[in-house]
C-alpha cells in the first residue's frame, strides 16, 4: 500500500474554510426563504379551505338536483 500524502495546509485551510463559508451561506438562505415558505402554506391553506367550500355546494347541487319526482 502507498503511504499517505501529507496535504498542505493551505488546501486543509481553504477547504474548511470553504465549509464555514457554505454553512454560513446556507443559515442565511434558510432565514431568506423559511417565511416566504410560511406565506404559501397559509395561502395554499385558504385556497384549499375555498376549494373544499366550493366542493360541497357543489355536491349539496347536484344531491338536489338528482332527488326529484320525475326519475
Avoid: C, F
Avoid at 457554505?22 to 417565511?35: A, F, N, T
Avoid at 404559501?40 to 326529484?68: C, F, G, M, P, W
Wanted: glycine letters at 2%; hydrophobic letters at 40%; a positive charge.
Amino acid at each position: 500500500m502507498v503511504p499517505p500524502v501529507q496535504v498542505s495546509a493551505l488546501i486543509k485551510t481553504a477547504r474548511w474554510s470553504a465549509l464555514l463559508v457554505g454553512i454560513v451561506y446556507g443559515k442565511q438562505r434558510y432565514d431568506y426563504l423559511k417565511p416566504i415558505a410560511a406565506e404559501e402554506r397559509r395561502v395554499e391553506e385558504a385556497e384549499k379551505k375555498h376549494r373544499e367550500e366550493q366542493e360541497r355546494i357543489y355536491k349539496q347541487l347536484a344531491e338536489a338536483n338528482s332527488d326529484t319526482i320525475l326519475k
